[in-house]
């Protein structure tokens, strides 16, 4: 088993940045791979970003890829997703996933443990 607990979510204006983190605990850190994914008001959970248990491939959503950056600390069993110039579309709950395989999909349905989100808000 795997438990994630995401932090860093919050009120941001349009532009702006944040880090959300998700530490790990259970089996292994290091052999899963990682990704993030969100759910707006109204909207189906979409694809965000991915990265391999190495870090050495990383995967985002068009719509945030140059904006958001994915990195992985297997030290520090934690995973993060830096987001600069935020836009009110960016609005939504920020799931951490893992997954028992060595590479990131953006399916969801491919991720084997979920976290229990954390709210990001932009404001214009």
């Known amino acids: 088993q795997v438990q994630l607990v995401e932090s860093g979510g919050g009120l941001v204006q349009a532009g702006g940045s944040l880090r959300l983190s998700c530490a790990a605990s259970g089996r292994t850190f290091s052999a899963i791979a990682m990704g993030w994914f969100r759910q707006a008001p109204g909207k189906e959970r979409e694809f965000v970003s991915a990265i391999s248990w190495s870090g050495g491939s990383t995967y985002y959503a068009g719509s945030v890829k140059g904006r958001f950056t994915i990195s992985r600390d297997n030290v520090k069993n934690t995973v993060y997703l830096q987001m600069d110039s935020l836009k009110p579309e960016d609005t939504a709950v920020y799931y951490c996933?893992?997954?028992?395989?060595?590479?990131?999909?953006?399916?969801?349905?491919?991720?084997?443990?979920w976290g229990q989100g954390t709210q990001v808000t932009v404001s214009s």
């Open positions: 996933a893992a997954r028992r395989q060595s590479a990131g999909t953006v399916r969801a349905d491919d991720y084997d443990y």
